[in-house]
């Protein structure tokens, strides 16, 4: 069944994921802040551009934005050109954004006096998952919602499940965040330590990525890594900005986040450096070479 679907936010992980909810027979409707992004989806993609977020979303029965942050989010929703300005009742808003679970409680409580659903989408898989229709999505919000907005969510998405009431899709990201960084840390610990005792690393990985360290981030990153290539992915930048909201809400929960202060520290080093954009396998940079 075709339905009417707006998308807001076409960077490295919206365009693609966009581009699936069209390629399975949804009529979209995209805008990017930068107009030049939108037509360039347009000209790969089946569907039209809004000028507005509010005009994106007009009579859509799902409308999704995957943007940079709260103040990102809350400007293209709440905003003066918002997209709640025009959500219609009973369609069902979807942010796959890495936000605050503050901002998500924030506008499911607005979408719910304005008659449509809202649910905290945020995604794991980076940009190749984007680009493959194959990523991770944790959802916070009400089961009606996600029962009605998942068959859309599947478009771009290899596992969907509802953790729980509003924010938990996106205390779930900080899960997945915190998790990565400590792994990547040790990862980067590891190879450099190979290198140094002289090993050869990829022989070593080929056999300890059949056991107990075995990794995603081994697995797709370990080449990369001892190539000193780091335009992969996921970049520095964004997360740090990941990192820093889980830091926040550890605060209010009472949690202890030891080794993700550490290595958040550590990727400001990297950015200090010039690697803002390089991805996060580059916590290895930092680690001396013999």
Same mark, same amino acid.
């Given at each position: 069944?075709?339905?009417?679907?707006?998308?807001?936010?076409?960077?490295?992980?919206?365009?693609?994921?966009?581009?699936?909810?069209?390629?399975?027979?949804?009529?979209?409707?995209?805008?990017?802040?930068?107009?030049?992004?939108?037509?360039?989806?347009?000209?790969?993609?089946?569907?039209?551009?809004?000028?507005?977020?509010?005009?994106?979303?007009?009579?859509?029965?799902?409308?999704?934005?995957?943007? +940079?942050?709260?103040?990102? $989010?809350? &400007?293209?929703?709440?905003?003066?050109?918002? @997209?709640?300005? %025009? *959500?219609?009742?009973?369609?069902?808003?979807?942010?796959?954004?890495?936000?605050?679970?503050?901002?998500?409680?924030?506008?499911?409580?607005?979408?719910?006096?304005?008659?449509?659903?809202?649910?905290?989408?945020?995604?794991?898989?980076?940009?190749?998952?984007?680009?493959?229709?194959?990523?991770?999505?944790?959802?916070?919000?009400?089961?009606?919602?996600?029962?009605?907005?998942?068959?859309?969510?599947?478009?771009?998405?290899?596992?969907?499940?509802?953790?729980?009431?509003?924010?938990?899709?996106?205390?779930?990201?900080?899960?997945?965040?915190?998790?990565?960084? +400590?792994?990547?840390?040790? $990862?980067? &610990?590891?190879?450099?330590?190979?290198?140094? @005792?002289?090993? %050869? *690393?990829?022989?070593?990985?080929?056999?300890?990525?059949?056991?107990?360290?075995?990794?995603?981030?081994?697995?797709?990153?370990?080449?990369?890594?001892?190539?000193?290539?780091?335009?992969?992915?996921?970049?520095?930048?964004?997360?740090?900005?990941?990192?820093?909201?889980?830091?926040?809400?550890?605060?209010?929960?009472?949690?202890?986040?030891?080794?993700?202060?550490?290595?958040?520290?550590?990727?400001?080093?990297?950015?200090?450096?010039?690697?803002?954009?390089?991805?996060?396998?580059?916590?290895?940079?930092?680690?001396?070479?013999?």
């Amino acid at each position: 069944m075709s339905h009417k679907v707006a998308f807001i936010g076409l960077g490295v992980m919206g365009f693609p994921m966009a581009g699936y909810i069209s390629k399975a027979g949804h009529d979209v409707t995209v805008y990017n802040r930068t107009s030049a992004k939108a037509d360039k989806w347009t000209g790969t993609y089946k569907g039209k551009t809004a000028a507005t977020p509010a005009e994106a979303a007009k009579d859509a029965d799902f409308i999704f934005t995957c943007v +940079g942050n709260d103040n990102d $989010l809350r &400007e293209v929703t709440t905003g003066s050109d918002g @997209a709640f300005q %025009n *959500v219609k009742k009973g369609a069902v808003f979807i942010d796959n954004t890495t936000a605050s679970a503050q901002v998500a409680r924030e506008l499911f409580n607005t979408a719910t006096e304005k008659g449509f659903g809202f649910l905290d989408a945020p995604v794991s898989g980076g940009q190749a998952g984007a680009e493959n229709g194959a990523l991770t999505v944790m959802v916070g919000g009400q089961q009606s919602d996600f029962e009605k907005a998942e068959p859309i969510i599947d478009c771009y998405s290899k596992k969907i499940k509802l953790l729980g009431s509003a924010g938990s899709g996106q205390l779930a990201k900080m899960v997945n965040q915190i998790c990565i960084a +400590g792994l990547v840390q040790g $990862l980067s &610990e590891g190879l450099r330590f190979g290198q140094n @005792a002289g090993l %050869n *690393v990829e022989d070593v990985v080929e056999v300890i990525s059949k056991g107990a360290a075995q990794s995603w981030q081994m697995e797709n990153r370990f080449k990369t890594m001892l190539d000193d290539k780091f335009d992969y992915g996921f970049a520095v930048d964004w997360m740090r900005k990941d990192l820093g909201i889980a830091m926040e809400e550890a605060k209010t929960n009472g949690s202890k986040l030891p080794v993700t202060e550490i290595v958040d520290q550590y990727y400001s080093e990297v950015q200090k450096n010039g690697g803002n954009r390089f991805d996060t396998s580059s916590l290895i940079t930092l680690l001396p070479k013999k």
